[in-house]
């Protein structure tokens, strides 16, 4: 029976950003002016990551009285997994904190981690291309199995001095093909510190109605995707068949690793409108693979992985 791997029962897409920062951390904007701001760029819910640190006094910032019917926030934070100078450490933004998180033991960063994932948050390693994070050391990474997605662009960096490093496709595709359920993910982190470091890369999840509650459950299912401006409207799956729906982009793609690399398949347009594409996925059975969607102008949309 076909079934739509984004819309599933009834609701509709909130535009949401999980990774941006306040003055209450290493941001320049106040948490009321950070959601000012996203409002009037047309988004329907945000999450300040602030970073939960001894240098910024262990705190989540609570922004539940910036909330009303038509804008909401999600409570969470951004936590690290060692101290800043470690080679290996690596950073989470915990999405559906509660309002006060037990600080971590001296030199036990990563137990924050663990608070997390038992209260029940949705988890996505930021930024893995900032300190270059290797693959090898992934498997020996304290709190690294409660991930539950990778940021697949840091749009931030890719506008600053890290522009190199804003993607984490690589790391991303190592623990897939690891055979770890790793979601797809993208955000700005923002803060608001030179005027390019926004609104360039969100997620559009699908969900019943704009609740935080709500929308943390729909992005663990994984009923969403990511985008740095193209749409994805349908991803119908019947069988080994995928339907694919999008806005007017330049090209579509499916993706695999590991022994289906040569396997990917494409559609490049022109449409007018609306693009409509299928795609046989039977050359992926026993592994997975991912829908990429790029407009004209290099802008991408990312799907979830897809595991046949």
Request: glycine share 10%; net charge negative; with cysteine.
């Amino acid at each position: 029976m076909p079934q739509d791997l984004l819309t599933r029962g009834p609701g509709r897409f909130f535009r949401g950003n999980l990774h941006c920062h306040s003055n209450r951390s290493d941001g320049h904007a106040s948490p009321e002016d950070v959601v000012r701001a996203y409002r009037a760029a047309g988004y329907d819910f945000i999450m300040i990551s602030d970073h939960f640190e001894s240098r910024y006094g262990w705190q989540v910032t609570d922004t539940c009285h910036l909330r009303d019917e038509t804008f909401t926030t999600i409570i969470g934070a951004e936590l690290s997994s060692a101290d800043w100078n470690d080679r290996h450490v690596y950073w989470i933004a915990a999405a559906g904190l509660p309002r006060v998180l037990p600080v971590p033991p001296p030199g036990q960063h990563a137990t924050a981690i663990t608070h997390a994932a038992d209260h029940g948050a949705f988890l996505v390693m930021l930024h893995p291309g900032l300190n270059n994070l290797p693959l090898a050391a992934v498997a020996s990474l304290p709190g690294i199995d409660a991930i539950h997605a990778v940021e697949i662009y840091n749009h931030n960096m890719a506008m600053s001095s890290g522009s190199d490093r804003a993607y984490g496709t690589y790391l991303l595709e190592g623990l897939l093909e690891q055979g770890r359920r790793v979601l797809v993910h993208a955000g700005d982190d923002a803060h608001f510190g030179h005027a390019a470091d926004r609104f360039g890369g969100w997620i559009e999840v699908y969900c019943a109605q704009l609740d935080a509650d709500l929308l943390v459950a729909a992005l663990k299912a994984g009923q969403y995707y990511s985008t740095q401006g193209p749409r994805l409207h349908e991803l119908v799956l019947d069988g080994t068949r995928l339907r694919v729906a999008s806005s007017d982009v330049y090209g579509i793609y499916v993706t695999g690793s590991g022994e289906h690399w040569q396997r990917a398949r494409e559609h490049i347009g022109p449409w007018h409108g609306r693009a409509v594409v299928e795609f046989d996925l039977s050359p992926f059975i026993g592994s997975y693979c991912r829908v990429t969607a790029v407009d004209s102008a290099g802008r991408r949309a990312w799907s979830n992985p897809i595991w046949l």
